[in-house]
């Protein structure tokens, strides 16, 4: 079982990670964790940045394609095609 740690919450609202866990998980600093409230917990998950950039290239290529366009798509286009994506219609 893993050991648990007690942080203080600061009055800007801040925690700090202890150092044994962000070494463990490789979270330096800029990293991007995503903050999700569950019941009475929060959870914390590290952010895989690079798979993020990976599925947005996928979409932009698809909206290019849909489109038949070499430039880049509008605004509405993307949000189109990333609402249509999120919701498994892509």
């Known amino acids: ?3 648990t740690d007690v942080v203080v919450v600061s009055s ?3 925690v700090v990670i202890p150092q044994g866990i962000r070494q463990k998980l490789r979270i330096g600093a800029k990293s991007k964790l995503l903050v999700y ?7 914390l998950k590290k952010l895989d940045v ?5 599925s947005l290239e996928a ?6 394609a849909e489109k038949g ?18 919701h498994g219609q892509g």
């Open 59 to 64: 979409i932009y290529k698809r909206v290019s």
């Open 37 to 43: 409230p569950f019941e009475d917990a929060l959870i």
């Open 69 to 86: 366009k070499s430039t880049a798509p509008s605004d509405e286009e993307i949000n189109e095609i990333v609402q249509r994506y999120r």
């Open 1 to 3: 079982m893993e050991k």
């Open 12 to 14: 800007k609202g801040q």
């Open 50 to 54: 690079k798979g993020v950039e990976r």
